[in-house]
């Protein structure tokens, strides 16, 4: 056999080995995390704990309360989908879990409402030697039921058989690459073991390479700098717009809106929030700032409105939206729902 394909045969073994290892490690972000979570609430954006609240078992993520359902691959790579913080069905969750036990994210909903996410390990983790040992013997047992064992014997001959052949085919090449390095080539005067052309790896008096101190306390990462857009679809319990009025004059913006009518038994009410609709030249579409809170009794809001034309024909200021935020009472952790509607600046 060539040496050419001696290492294709040992590539071929090295592939079946990891193909079955590589899934206990990922299973060594296995453990119970404390999960936080952003959104954009009553009070502007909100951060949100859930102690033991994310769950990673053999690469497989889930949750308590039960929500989530997901998966981590072994480079830490998390995806998991679950009920949207702002009431949606569902939203989907991405990011990373590192191997000191911490992780972040973010997750965009069916509305397309966003938000970050973090997870800090709390118990659990760490590679499970122990698996990989045997997912190691098992991965050989073929060979073994080809000899006409079964059971753990033909996994451990199997293995036996396996190796002792990587070994002499490894001794075999090793030799041969250095009869044939022999013949030809100059040998490096720094390096007596290599030849012309070669580099070693690391050079001596090298840094050794460390890895950050684990952070030791969850943090949620910054939360977008725009607010989420409400509803635009109907939901149960809840009423289909706010019916909301404006009046436009003396370089003033008066906007009012009706009772709502909803079911208090599933939803609470939060308040509302008033959001600008503005252009600052980054864009042909208008950028949006909250820009008042009110209280759930509220039915009128009164701004300023100062229509000019440096970034948009249409006037910088398009017009200003406002959101009732609804708390869903069953929910936990809590989730908001956000019903609005915006009016627009007349042109002039």
């Known amino acids: 056999m060539s040496i050419k394909n001696r290492f294709h045969l040992m ?9 079955t290892v590589i899934p206990v490690f990922a299973a060594s972000f296995d453990g119970t995390y404390d999960y936080a979570y952003n ?10 704990h859930v102690d033991g609240g994310f769950i990673v078992r053999g690469g497989f993520i889930s949750s308590n309360p039960a929500a989530f359902s997901g998966t981590v691959d072994s480079s830490g790579n998390v995806r998991f989908t679950g009920p949207s913080p702002y009431g949606s069905p569902s939203a989907t969750f991405t990011g990373t879990i590192s191997s ?11 509305q ?11 118990s659990g983790g760490g590679v499970d030697y122990i698996s990989i040992f045997y997912n190691f013997i098992y991965t050989f047992e073929f060979v073994g039921e080809f000899l006409g064992l079964s059971g753990r014997m033909a996994a451990i001959v199997g293995t036996a058989i396996t190796v002792a052949a990587g070994i002499v085919l490894v001794t075999v090449a090793v030799a041969s690459a250095t009869t044939r390095g022999s013949k030809g080539g100059t040998r490096s005067k720094e390096y007596p073991g290599l030849r012309r052309g070669e580099y070693m790896a690391s050079q001596p008096g090298e840094p050794p390479r460390t890895q950050g101190a684990p ?5 949620v990462p910054p939360p977008p700098q725009s607010p989420p857009i409400g509803i635009t ?3 149960q319990g809840l009423p289909d717009r706010l019916n909301l009025r404006s009046d436009w004059a003396n370089q003033r913006a008066s906007l009012s809106w009706n009772e709502l009518q909803y079911d208090g038994g599933m939803y609470e009410l939060q308040g509302f929030e008033v959001t600008q609709l503005y252009f600052d030249g980054s864009s042909t ?3 949006r700032r909250v820009i008042d809170r009110l209280g ?6 009164n701004g300023p409105f100062n229509q000019t034309y440096r970034w948009n024909t249409g006037g910088d200021i398009q017009g200003y939206r406002v959101d009732a935020l609804f708390k869903e009472i069953r929910s936990d952790p809590p989730r908001y729902l956000r019903i609005g509607e915006t009016s627009h600046a007349p042109y002039s």
């Open 296 to 301: 759930p009794d509220s039915r009128y809001w």
């Open 215 to 219: 952070a030791s306390t969850i943090g």
């Open 112 to 122: 397309g409402l966003r938000g970050n996410w973090a997870v800090s390990r709390t």
């Open 11 to 19: 590539f071929i073994c090295v592939l079946v080995t990891f193909s």
């Open 285 to 287: 579409s208008s950028s």
């Open 233 to 235: 679809t109907p939901v």
């Open 39 to 48: 959104l954009n609430g009553p009070n502007g954006w909100e951060e949100l």
């Open 100 to 110: 000191d036990g911490t992780g972040e994210g973010s997750y965009v909903d069916s």
